[in-house]
């Protein structure tokens, strides 16, 4: 059964946020992230494409896969150069409640608004093992397809909710929130709790005067003292937090 | 002095590297960046174009602006949203013979494809006073509008050079390579020596056998044993390494 124009018109509009809230889907493509995708979160796959060669090789799994045409991934891709396969896929349930937040290293991005930084600290709290990354609400959207591209497949392991800092504080009132500052003591010195929230800020606003308000203490990585620049990209600043902070046994 | 016909289309082949490489100057664009051009580097301006009012606003300068109104400022600009200045810029020369290399902690990069991250570690070197950068020849060019971008300006403070490793390490032959790899020691407890050129290798493929062949010693980003990622981002990890250097003493 090929794609319809109705399916290929469906799976473009999902570039756009407002589609992707409207049907809680959104897109992942090419070779090596719908195998990881399939491998590791077959659940949440709604619909897989793939062409006829791409399909016969994949390990045995319960999710069917149609065979369409290059032509019809070409139309269907949001891609400029499309890669064997695409999937339609469920939004995972975002839950920010229950979860173990007191006793480990989380992050909280507030007002984050380059996809590829999102993407790229997403694949920083992979690397690290962070097991939950919340969102503040005006957050870049993290089923945007950059962002998905930088994560490198991070997506798929950390789990990702989004909720305002103070729904944060009020549920998990014992957790520290540690605010990634330009003034906070040296991140190498700081004696790190058993457990945290590491707030990181807009990339040319830094952190709300709300947000620094509720924080326990402020931490900064910080400059050489012949330094030039302003400020470090933030998810530079974000790894080099979290790799001193899990250093310290955090 | 209106800008002529051909000035717009000089300017705008300069977002070519083949055209950049052969007239040797680059586009600098933008209100802030370029004040901080003509504040560091008037030497390096060969020409200055800024509207009425941002003109009349900058501070006395040696260097003349010419006038170009807001339809000029669009005709010439590589940028969606033009910002009241461009610069045409003389790229600096780059030695890289006779520098304080066998004191210092420097970087070198070996092909690095993407513009975000050789910006994005131009930024890093400048945070952590890191004066040389060095880069393979077959870098993405550093005078890339993105690069110039994501720098923040950093190209305007860091030394940068191309030249191929083999040269460097005849040239330096006291200066340890420190090669960043997946298996290198943890860089968290390694014992900084007092001066080190880290070398930095392409995105997909790390660094060449050629090069890990004339390392003296590897170093690594360890990943959490959870870990489910690959790899960290390029400009990630060397925002990490640095600071961990940096902070060791190097």
């Avoid at 290059?70 to 139309?75: C, I, M, S, V």
């Avoid at 005006?138 to 800092?165: E, W």
């Avoid at 040296?186 to 709300?208: H, I, R, T, W, Y």
């Amino acid at each position: 059964m090929p794609l319809s124009k109705n399916d290929i018109k469906y799976i473009k509009s999902l570039r756009q946020k407002k589609f992707r809230q409207k049907y809680n889907n959104f897109v992942v493509e090419g070779d090596k992230i719908v195998r990881e995708l399939l491998e590791q979160r077959p659940d949440w796959i709604e619909a897989l494409y793939g062409l006829d060669k791409w399909i016969h090789e994949l390990p045995p799994s319960p999710i069917t896969a149609t065979a369409i045409s290059q032509r019809e991934l070409q139309q269907a891709s949001l891609l400029k150069t499309p890669n064997q396969a695409i999937a339609v896929v469920r939004q995972p349930k975002a839950n920010w409640h229950g979860l173990d937040l007191e006793r480990q290293l989380s992050l909280y991005l507030e007002n984050l608004q380059d996809p590829g930084n999102m993407g790229t600290i997403l694949r920083i709290a992979d690397w690290f093992g962070i097991e939950t990354v919340l969102c503040s609400p005006n957050c870049v959207d993290v089923y945007n397809p950059k962002v998905l591209q930088a994560s490198m497949g991070a997506f798929l392991r950390v789990h990702i909710a989004t909720v305002s800092i103070k729904e944060v504080k009020k549920a998990y009132p014992a957790l520290p929130l540690l605010a990634t500052t330009m003034d906070g003591a040296n991140v190498f010195e700081f004696d790190a709790p058993k457990a945290a929230l590491v707030a990181v800020g807009n990339e040319g606003a830094g952190l709300s005067e709300d947000l620094l308000a509720l924080a326990d203490r402020r931490i900064a990585v910080p400059p050489n003292r012949n330094s030039g620049t302003e400020s470090l990209n933030a998810a530079v600043a974000t790894g080099i937090v979290c790799a001193v902070l899990r250093q310290a046994g955090l």
